[in-house]
């Protein structure tokens, strides 16, 4: 009776042993796959503040010459010998900080965009490096195309339309901190806006929805458009019509490249 309550006691501890062991297992196996992902996700997004603090220093060494070039389509629309006012003391400084780092941010895109893409394909373990860096300098064209479209196109127009209120009973005398923030909010907006063709070539592309279908929602596409850009853009019609125009078309030509990838990919039929 002894030996076989021993017995027992014996298959009981084993068990126990084999149930502890399998959980160690699992929390390690867990923790192999959480860990290194933090891990390699925190250094991508140093890298990524390393060369956006880079860029920025070098901007700060050209700083009169970029702010010279955001501001002229807002002093043209005043007057050529009209000027931007500075209401407080670090008005001037921190304007200047706040272009270096806008600056800066644009010259880091292709490092942003390569860290996201790489970390991308490290977790779902599909795609190439080719292709990422495909996208990475795919996608810093058009942000920088959207926001030079609007500084060269769009901005003039603005803020023509802007000044045009102005009267003999109201003068307009704009600070360089509110034409700074209307301009970095256009050229975030046109950057980000530009980026919709890569967006929707990606969805067919992968297989997330299928081109027919996005050709016969091609009304709701431009009303999104129209959407999008009143939410992006300050609320008057030239600016808003100025970015969902070239948002419309932006969203066809993405709709025809993923429809002639698909082709160009299928296999051809017996």
Same mark, same amino acid.
């Given at each position: #009776? !002894?030996?076989?309550?021993?017995? $027992?006691?014996?298959?009981?501890?084993?068990?126990?042993?084999?149930?502890?062991?399998?959980?160690?297992?699992?929390?390690?196996?867990?923790?192999?796959?959480?860990?290194?992902?933090?891990?390699?996700?925190? #250094?991508?997004?140093?890298?990524?503040?390393?060369?956006?603090?880079?860029?920025?220093?070098?901007?700060?060494?050209?700083?009169?010459?970029?702010?010279?070039? =955001?501001?002229?389509?807002? $002093?043209?629309?005043?007057?050529?010998?009209?000027?931007?006012?500075?209401?407080?003391?670090?008005?001037? +400084?921190?304007?200047? =900080?706040?272009?270096?780092? #806008?600056?800066? +941010?644009? @010259?880091?895109?292709?490092?942003?965009?390569?860290?996201?893409?790489?970390?991308?394909?490290?977790?779902?373990?599909?795609?190439?490096? #080719?292709?990422?860096?495909?996208? !990475?300098?795919?996608?810093?064209?058009?942000?920088?195309?959207?926001?030079?479209?609007?500084?060269?196109? !769009?901005?003039?127009?603005?803020?023509?339309?802007?000044?045009?209120?102005?009267?003999? *009973?109201?003068?307009?005398?704009?600070?360089?901190?509110?034409?700074?923030?209307?301009?970095?909010? =256009?050229?975030?907006?046109?950057?980000?806006?530009?980026?919709?063709?890569?967006?929707?070539? !990606?969805?067919?592309?992968?297989?997330?929805?299928?081109?027919?279908?996005?050709?016969?929602?091609?009304?709701?596409?431009?009303?999104?458009?129209?959407?999008?850009?009143?939410?992006?853009?300050?609320?008057? =019609?030239?600016?808003?019509?100025?970015?969902?125009?070239?948002?419309?078309?932006? *969203?066809?030509?993405?709709?025809? @490249?993923?429809?002639?990838?698909?082709?160009?990919?299928?296999?051809?039929?017996?």
């Amino acid at each position: #009776m !002894a030996k076989k309550n021993k017995g $027992i006691n014996e298959e009981i501890s084993d068990q126990i042993d084999l149930s502890e062991s399998s959980g160690r297992g699992a929390k390690g196996k867990v923790g192999w796959g959480v860990v290194p992902r933090l891990s390699e996700l925190r #250094m991508r997004i140093v890298w990524i503040l390393l060369s956006w603090f880079f860029f920025s220093l070098i901007a700060w060494l050209f700083k009169s010459t970029i702010a010279s070039l =955001l501001f002229s389509p807002a $002093i043209e629309a005043l007057g050529n010998e009209a000027s931007l006012q500075a209401l407080a003391p670090t008005e001037i +400084f921190f304007t200047y =900080l706040k272009i270096s780092l #806008m600056a800066g +941010f644009g @010259a880091s895109l292709p490092v942003f965009f390569w860290q996201l893409c790489q970390f991308l394909r490290s977790i779902t373990s599909v795609g190439h490096w #080719m292709g990422s860096l495909a996208f !990475a300098i795919v996608s810093t064209l058009l942000f920088l195309g959207g926001g030079a479209f609007g500084q060269i196109l !769009a901005f003039p127009f603005i803020f023509e339309f802007l000044s045009s209120f102005s009267s003999q *009973y109201v003068e307009a005398v704009w600070s360089v901190r509110e034409v700074f923030l209307l301009s970095l909010r =256009l050229i975030l907006a046109f950057g980000i806006g530009f980026e919709i063709p890569l967006i929707v070539f !990606a969805a067919v592309a992968s297989g997330l929805v299928d081109a027919k279908q996005l050709w016969r929602l091609t009304p709701y596409g431009i009303l999104g458009s129209f959407v999008i850009s009143a939410l992006l853009t300050p609320p008057d =019609l030239i600016s808003q019509l100025l970015l969902a125009i070239p948002l419309s078309i932006l *969203y066809l030509l993405g709709v025809l @490249a993923g429809t002639i990838f698909n082709r160009r990919r299928r296999p051809p039929s017996d």
